[in-house]
């Protein structure tokens, strides 16, 4: 009979891949707490339409790239792409911008997008992300940056911020009028969807990742530019910001990110050895607004953890593994005595369910990478002792119970 197999572009996670997963996850969660966000659970299923009103209609997401089906009353449900706009609509929903001055949320989970499936890049992925709303001030901004950046810095993660600022409504519209005239000049070297983009959502052809459409561009007109006297001032004083945090950057004219909703700053974290991005956010301060909320300026950011985790090179330590070894049916009560108490006192602990002589068992001790075995026969049993062995120096002693945790392991 033919196994299954897992669906193409789902992946499982397990070993030591799910050990740098877990370190990604781990270091960021530690991060954002010391940064007082409160963590918030979101379902990983909404109306579609949440994600057509703020990631916007024309975004590859949307038009090509989202999970969408209905339910048994007809509407249109989606698994959801990205975190933001799940949050927005739970902070309106929730009526948070009666609770406090500013909210500082987190959440992390699956994230579904129906991609072509490559290195660190799945149809399920996950995110762990932090929204900061109700403030204005770079500031803010500068301190989502500050985390991205603490976040590769812990991992001893080589990576580049970049930032821009893409404007907002006052600025914006001027700006798209100069890079579609732009972009009607460098039509013939566009790829289809980017010519496609041109008119209805120019700003994407910044962000094609093809290399003509790359070379096309790269002379467009720059948003920085055409910024209104507020975003100017706005960005001058996140790069101020940055610079007084010892963050170093690189401004990037053409970073625009994908989704409709940015507004001013927007960053990216990219890694020097794959050359991808792997933490990314920005400002959005309409989109509250256009979700039903009262006006609330607010930024953020995501990081993508398989990418992270792909570029985690040191692994945290983990606690030493004491294997403990019944030697007869008889010794087994004890055995699991003698289990228990260890993990009592923290050890982690793997009980043998072979039944075999002490050469095997320590065969199988070191297959599963045990750093002590803990040996109990009829004389550890009948003593209430047992002998403990360190499988990487050979050296072997033997304890009675009391004397156990006295005794440095």
Do not use: W
Not at 50 to 55: G, T
Not at 77 to 104: C, D, I, W
Not at 285 to 295: A, C, N
Not at 358 to 368: G, P, R, S, V
């Amino acid at each position: 009979m033919e196994e299954f197999r897992s669906v193409r572009g789902f992946h499982d996670i397990f070993g030591e891949e799910l050990e740098r997963f877990n370190a990604v996850r781990q270091t960021v969660r530690r991060i954002l707490e010391l940064y007082n966000f409160e963590e918030i659970i979101l379902p990983v299923v909404e109306y579609a339409e949440v994600f057509q009103r703020s990631i916007g209609e024309a975004t590859d997401i949307v038009q090509k790239e989202m999970f969408v089906f209905s339910d048994k009353k007809g509407r249109m449900l989606a698994l959801r792409p990205e975190g933001t706009a799940g949050v927005v609509r739970a902070f309106v929903q929730n009526r948070m911008f009666a609770l406090k001055p500013y909210t500082k949320l987190f959440y992390e989970g699956p994230m579904f997008r129906y991609e072509r499936p490559q290195a660190g890049r799945y149809r399920q992925f996950h995110q762990i992300g932090a929204e900061v709303f109700g403030s204005l001030d770079p500031l803010v901004d500068a301190e989502i940056i500050s985390i991205a950046h603490k976040v590769v810095k812990e991992l001893k993660i080589e990576a580049v911020v970049e930032v821009n600022s893409i404007g907002c409504k006052v600025c914006r519209p001027a700006y798209r009028e100069a890079l579609v005239q732009y972009l009607e000049q460098v039509a013939g070297h566009l790829c289809e969807d980017c010519i496609d983009r041109k008119d209805r959502n120019p700003l994407r052809v910044l962000d094609c990742k093809v290399p003509t459409c790359k070379s096309a561009v790269k002379d467009a007109p720059k948003m920085v530019d055409f910024l209104c006297e507020e975003c100017r001032e706005h960005y001058q004083k996140l790069l101020e910001y940055l610079n007084i945090m010892g963050i170093h950057y690189v401004e990037s004219p053409n970073l625009v990110r994908g989704l409709d909703y940015y507004t001013k700053t927007v960053f990216e974290v990219v890694s020097r050895e794959l050359g991808i991005t792997i933490i990314a956010g920005g400002r959005y301060d309409y989109l509250v607004e256009e979700m039903g909320g009262v006006p609330t300026p607010a930024v953020g950011f995501a990081v993508g953890v398989e990418r992270v985790a792909m570029l985690v090179k040191e692994l945290p330590q983990r606690q030493p593994l004491y294997m403990v070894i019944p030697l007869g049916e008889d010794t087994v009560s004890y055995a699991l005595k003698v289990c228990e108490l260890l993990r009592e006192k923290g050890k982690r602990v793997e009980l043998s369910y072979k039944r075999a002589g002490l050469k095997k068992q320590l065969e199988l001790a070191n297959k599963l990478k045990a750093d002590y075995a803990v040996i109990v026969g009829e004389d550890e049993m009948r003593e209430e002792s047992l002998s403990i062995k360190n499988l990487h120096t050979g050296e072997q002693v033997k304890l009675n119970l009391k004397e156990l945790f006295s005794h440095v392991l």
